[in-house]
């Protein structure tokens, strides 16, 4: 199977910071182009307006002075020395009065256009590829003043274009390698910006199952990477958390599991060691099916949380009166609340909609624990009641010493003892608590606990009904 190559960030960084300068130098150098080419342009077109000036002052001189010099010979004096520069002088009768050179002007220029309009400059090759530029305008001189004449005005631009190809080769490539060199740049800058990003990596390889302790140094990383350490931060005191919690009820699984395992083999060895009598052997085998049942409830108990955990615990629906549900199970209990002298009263009521057996197995794990934590003499009041919006709210309290806070939010945790020095006697399998708040999520509800110096309280929340 052929392993797709990762992508680079560093090296995706530097080809978008490399491709990013490129563009704007790219940009640059039209511009440059542009504004050297309009210079040109702006010179070639003062030229050749001041040349035109120049030859409709000699229209005017001439008209007024005709016994001076022929117009032909004042404006080869006027234009004498001037290299590359090409004037038509046509008559009324369009007819040339006047060429220093021979050139064929665009037909666009030859049009007759008004006295004083506007001179646009144009830009043309002529049949070997000389480069142009002209303008044209039209002159009224003469004795009377009013004899048009047209006057066409050209200047060899090859000099500025020589000059503009040069220039554009040598812009261009110093762009080129400018591009190149600030890629290189980029890559040892990026590399070097992502010396923190590898830092956070090495350390976050050094954590292990061991070393889940360890954090990240969030204070120590630049601005834009601080985020990135906090949540990889939060994310290890989650996991540290959940490891703690795996590693208890993998302890306290093995405990439960290993003690009625160990007592059926010890039992068993002993009662093989010798001769028994029928009524031994029937003592013996009823002592195991205790140990049998206890290990039954256990595995049956962790089977039913890990649906919960996968979500494959899907409760019947149906009209479930908590009322009615409580007081038979106040009912069952009130043999053993007498034995111990524990005060049991039951008040209030609502309806929801549930699967009646889950929730009369969470009430039943509630009152089962307090049962068990209730001191002699003590009181288990249990009330049901609705909220403004609509949910059941049943409170389960009983008397009895407090419990530390810090134990509060781990009570729902599997095996989870407060005292974790004290042996788990054989009343329950320390997965009550678990398996009700399993069974209230799974009717969307919610349960929490309280405690103060004198009684301890489980609250359950339920909704009218459930998705």
Same mark, same amino acid.
């Given at each position: 199977?052929?392993?797709?190559?990762?992508?680079?960030?560093?090296?995706?960084?530097?080809?978008?910071?490399?491709?990013?300068?490129?563009?704007?130098?790219?940009?640059?150098?039209?511009?440059?182009?542009?504004?050297?080419?309009?210079?040109?342009?702006?010179?070639?077109?003062?030229?050749?307006?001041?040349?035109?000036?120049?030859?409709?002052?000699?229209?005017?001189?001439?008209?007024?002075?005709?016994?001076?010099?022929?117009?032909?010979?004042?404006?080869?004096?006027?234009?004498?020395?001037?290299?590359?520069?090409?004037?038509?002088?046509?008559?009324?009768?369009?007819?040339?009065?006047?060429?220093?050179?021979?050139?064929?002007?665009?037909?666009?220029?030859?049009?007759?256009?008004?006295?004083?309009?506007?001179?646009?400059?144009?830009?043309?090759?002529?049949?070997?590829?000389?480069?142009?530029?002209?303008?044209?305008?039209?002159?009224?001189?003469?004795?009377?003043?009013?004899?048009?004449?047209?006057?066409?005005?050209?200047?060899?631009?090859?000099?500025?274009?020589?000059?503009?190809?040069?220039?554009?080769?040598?812009?261009?490539?110093?762009?080129?390698?400018?591009?190149?060199?600030?890629?290189?740049?980029?890559?040892?800058?990026?590399?070097?910006?992502?010396?923190?990003?590898?830092?956070?990596?090495?350390?976050?390889?050094?954590?292990?199952?061991?070393?889940?302790?360890?954090?990240?140094?969030?204070?120590?990383?630049?601005?834009?990477?601080?985020?990135?350490?906090?949540?990889?931060?939060?994310?290890?005191?989650?996991?540290? =958390?959940?490891?703690?919690?795996?590693?208890?009820?993998?302890?306290?699984?093995?405990?439960? &599991? %290993?003690?009625? @395992? #160990? $007592? +059926?083999?010890?039992?068993?060895?002993?009662?093989l060691a010798k001769a028994r009598s029928v009524d031994e052997y029937r003592e013996?085998?009823?002592?195991?099916?205790?140990?049998?049942?206890?290990?039954?409830?256990?595995?049956?108990?962790?089977?039913?949380?890990?649906?919960?955990?996968?979500?494959?615990?899907?409760?019947?629906?149906?009209?479930?009166?908590?009322?009615?549900?409580?007081?038979?199970?106040?009912?069952?209990?009130?043999?053993?609340?007498?034995?111990?002298?524990? =005060?049991?009263?039951?008040?209030?009521?609502?309806?929801?909609?549930?699967?009646?057996?889950? &929730? %009369?197995?969470? @009430? #039943? $794990? +509630?009152?089962?624990?307090?049962?068990?934590?209730?001191?002699?003499?003590?009181?288990?009041?249990?009330?049901?009641?609705?909220?403004?919006?609509?949910?059941?709210?049943?409170?389960?309290?009983?008397?009895?010493?407090?419990?530390?806070?810090?134990?509060?939010?781990?009570?729902?945790?599997?095996?989870?003892?407060?005292?974790?020095?004290?042996?788990?006697?054989?009343?329950?399998?320390?997965?009550?608590?678990?398996?009700?708040?399993?069974?209230?999520?799974?009717?969307?509800?919610?349960?929490?606990?309280?405690?103060?110096?004198?009684?301890?309280?489980?609250?359950?929340?339920?909704?009218?009904?459930?998705?």
């Open positions: 199977m052929t392993r797709t190559r990762r992508p680079s960030l560093a090296l995706n960084l530097t080809l978008l910071f490399a491709l990013s300068a490129a563009v704007v130098l790219f940009a640059l150098g039209l511009l440059i182009t542009h504004a050297v080419d309009h210079h040109f342009a702006d010179q070639d077109r003062d030229m050749l307006s001041g040349k035109l000036e120049l030859t409709r002052h000699i229209l005017e001189k001439a008209a007024r002075n005709p016994g001076d010099q022929t117009l032909v010979a004042q404006l080869d004096s006027a234009l004498t020395g001037h290299h590359g520069l090409v004037v038509h002088v046509l008559g009324p009768d369009r007819q040339p009065l006047f060429q220093n050179e021979s050139l064929d002007f665009p037909a666009s220029l030859l049009q007759d256009k008004p006295p004083g309009a506007a001179m646009p400059m144009l830009r043309w090759q002529s049949f070997d590829g000389t480069p142009w530029r002209a303008i044209a305008a039209s002159v009224l001189a003469g004795a009377d003043g009013q004899t048009r004449y047209t006057v066409l005005i050209a200047t060899d631009t090859t000099h500025h274009e020589e000059f503009m190809e040069e220039f554009r080769i040598t812009l261009f490539a110093f762009i080129a390698a400018a591009s190149v060199l600030m890629a290189v740049l980029g890559w040892f800058v990026v590399r070097r910006g992502l010396v923190p990003l590898r830092t956070i990596s090495q350390q976050a390889a050094e954590i292990t199952a061991h070393r889940l302790h360890m954090r990240l140094p969030a204070e120590s990383v630049p601005e834009e990477l601080a985020d990135l350490a906090g949540t990889l931060n939060l994310m290890l005191s989650r996991l540290e =958390e959940s490891f703690q919690r795996l590693s208890d009820f993998s302890s306290d699984l093995a405990h439960e &599991l %290993r003690t009625p @395992v #160990s $007592n +059926l083999l010890t039992q068993t060895q002993v009662t013996i085998l009823g002592s195991n099916i205790e140990e049998f049942e206890r290990l039954s409830r256990t595995i049956a108990d962790m089977l039913f949380l890990a649906k919960a955990d996968n979500h494959q615990i899907i409760p019947h629906r149906e009209q479930v009166n908590l009322a009615d549900e409580v007081g038979d199970l106040i009912e069952f209990y009130a043999l053993l609340a007498d034995e111990k002298s524990i =005060e049991l009263t039951f008040s209030g009521g609502a309806t929801v909609t549930g699967d009646r057996l889950m &929730l %009369r197995r969470a @009430v #039943s $794990n +509630l009152l089962s624990n307090a049962l068990r934590h209730t001191p002699a003499h003590g009181r288990i009041r249990v009330t049901i009641d609705t909220d403004a919006a609509g949910r059941a709210c049943m409170a389960v309290t009983n008397t009895g010493p407090p419990i530390p806070a810090e134990h509060l939010p781990r009570l729902f945790d599997r095996f989870y003892r407060v005292d974790g020095s004290r042996q788990r006697t054989s009343e329950g399998s320390g997965l009550g608590l678990a398996i009700t708040r399993s069974i209230i999520a799974a009717h969307e509800g919610t349960v929490e606990v309280s405690s103060s110096e004198t009684e301890t309280s489980f609250l359950l929340n339920l909704p009218s009904s459930f998705k």
